[in-house]
């Protein structure tokens, strides 16, 4: 894009309407990286940029569109990790039980009690309450069932 030399404001870059303000890429350039289904890093090599750029434009987007959740409605979720590269990589998924379209509400990297406080907190986030949850359902160890008493206060828990 053409930069403008002003001496009030210094170097400006022009806006155009076919690229994100701050993203050196094309909205169709973005869309294009964003629907590949592989992984960031094969992605990153196929399209020819940085995995770490890559990854500044899925944020960036995920959390456009997670920003207008409002979640002081859940009650019920059910969480479930999953292992990755022979159980050395986990990441836990959090679903609303309730709903049937797009149950996912969060997942995070990790397993045991700290995924349980990242949920804790996005929860606040957007609008909810930990202690609005009524009903956990996970299928792990007994060991688990003290972090979620400790995140979750209310939960029944089958």
Same mark, same amino acid.
């Given at each position: 894009? &053409? ?9 400006? %870059? ?12 094309? !909205? !169709?350039? *973005? /869309? ?10 094969? =992605?990153? %090599? ?6 770490? %750029? ?16 409002? !979640?002081? $409605?859940? *009650?019920?979720?059910?969480? $479930?990790? #999953? ?12 679903? $609303?039980?309730?709903?049937? /379209? *797009? &149950?996912?509400?969060? =997942?995070? &990297? ?5 995924? !349980?406080? /990242? ?16 009903? #956990? ?5 007994? #060991?688990?069932?003290?972090?979620? #008493?400790?995140?979750? &206060?209310?939960? /029944?828990?089958?």
């Amino acid at each position: 894009m &053409p930069r403008v030399k002003c001496q009030e404001h210094g170097v400006k %870059r022009v806006e155009v309407p076919w690229a994100r303000k701050g993203s050196a890429f094309t !909205l !169709l350039f *973005e /869309q294009a990286a964003l629907v590949r289904e592989m992984s960031v890093n094969a =992605a990153a %090599r196929i399209i020819e940029i940085t995995d770490k %750029r890559l990854w500044r434009i899925v944020e960036h987007y995920v959390g456009k569109a997670v920003s207008p959740f409002n !979640l002081s $409605d859940i *009650e019920p979720v059910g969480l $479930d990790e #999953a292992a990755s590269k022979r159980g050395r990589n986990y990441a836990t998924v959090f679903i $609303d039980t309730e709903k049937r /379209q *797009e &149950p996912v509400v969060f =997942a995070t &990297p990790g397993k045991g009690k700290q995924p !349980l406080k /990242q949920f804790s907190a996005f929860l606040d986030a957007h609008e909810g309450d930990p202690a609005n949850i009524r009903e #956990a359902v996970f299928d792990m160890s007994p #060991a688990f069932l003290s972090g979620v #008493a400790e995140e979750l &206060p209310n939960p /029944q828990v089958t």
